[in-house]
């Protein structure tokens, strides 16, 4: 719930700040699969977890199906979004029926993307032998330590600013 209330903020935040005309921004990037198709992370992955090379063959595989996915999934959404961020004014009479219309896409687009994640997390999961997921407990902590690290920076900024 948490993750799916992130996502959704970050979509509603991040798109009419930065809409582009191709409209790739705010919850269609991150709806794409961006962390798991970074080669860092799959190279931090191999590196840390000591995957054999038929698991990160393996890996390979689920990421690239988890990304096509994942863009399959922004791209039925993208349209409705798109439109709602780019085309439609306050003043458009149907305003309010359009924002309603975007605000379940975006959240049919979290939930969704939300889904699919889980179903690459176990799959991921059932790749790893008991020692393997011993270590991902631990890289899944070093993760969320520098990520709460980053965010007391990033605030800190903001607050000096």
């Known amino acids: 719930m ?34 798991l198709a970074s080669p860092r992370f799959k190279n931090m992955l191999v590196k840390r977890l000591d995957l054999t ?16 996915s994942m863009r399959s999934l922004a791209d039925q959404y993208k349209p409705t979004l798109c439109e709602f961020y780019l085309d439609t004014q306050p003043d458009d009479p149907a305003y309010a029926s359009k924002a309603a219309e975007a605000g379940q896409a975006a959240a049919a687009l979290a939930a969704g993307a939300v889904e699919l994640t889980a179903q690459w997390r176990t799959e991921f999961q059932a790749i790893l032998t008991a020692e393997q997921k011993a ?14 690290e980053r965010r007391g920076r990033r605030g800190k900024r903001q607050q000096s600013e």
């Open 2 to 35: 948490k993750w799916t209330a992130a996502l959704l903020l970050s979509a509603v935040l991040a798109l009419p700040a930065a809409a582009a005309p191709d409209c790739k921004t705010g919850i269609a990037r991150q709806a794409a699969g961006a962390p």
């Open 53 to 68: 090379p038929e698991q990160t063959d393996t890996l390979a595989a689920m990421r690239a199906q988890h990304r096509d």
């Open 135 to 148: 270590k991902w407990i631990d890289v899944k902590a070093d993760i969320a330590e520098k990520m709460s």
